[in-house]
């Protein structure tokens, strides 16, 4: 029975064997200061940047989900328990908008 090929394990501390020019794919999150010499060093503080990452990114995608929530509520108190009307007409926006060019064109 054949092992399977481990080549993403050699690709994540030494690149591809067939590009020489080619960065290690762990080296791009390793900081120079761990030193190549400790593969185990080097694959944990790797493996800690990418979750560090990954965690801001997913604060960021909560936090944008929470600013929509925040703005559909303002929009739901605003036109529903005050009862303001918001007439949202595109066709306004633009004749403004021509008037305005209109005027800054004389």
């Known amino acids: 029975m054949a092992?399977?090929?481990?080549d993403?394990?050699?690709?994540l501390f030494a690149g591809s064997a067939s590009e020489e020019t080619t960065r290690p794919l762990l080296q791009l999150f390793t900081p120079q200061v761990v030193g190549t010499d400790k593969?185990?060093?080097?694959?944990?503080?790797?493996?800690?940047?990418?979750?560090?990452i990954a965690v801001a990114g997913t604060?960021?995608?909560?936090?944008?989900a929470i600013l929509f929530a925040a703005l559909a509520a303002l929009y739901f108190?605003?036109?529903e328990?005050?009862?303001l009307q918001l007439d949202v007409d595109p066709r306004a926006f633009?004749?403004?908008?021509?008037?305005?060019?209109a005027r800054t064109s004389n």
């Open 39 to 52: 593969p185990a060093v080097r694959f944990l503080v790797g493996g800690l940047t990418v979750i560090g």
């Open 81 to 83: 328990i005050l009862g």
């Open 77 to 79: 108190l605003a036109t």
């Open 8 to 11: 993403f394990v050699r690709r």
């Open 59 to 64: 604060l960021a995608v909560g936090s944008l």
């Open 94 to 101: 633009v004749a403004e908008a021509q008037k305005y060019a």
């Open 3 to 6: 092992l399977p090929s481990l």
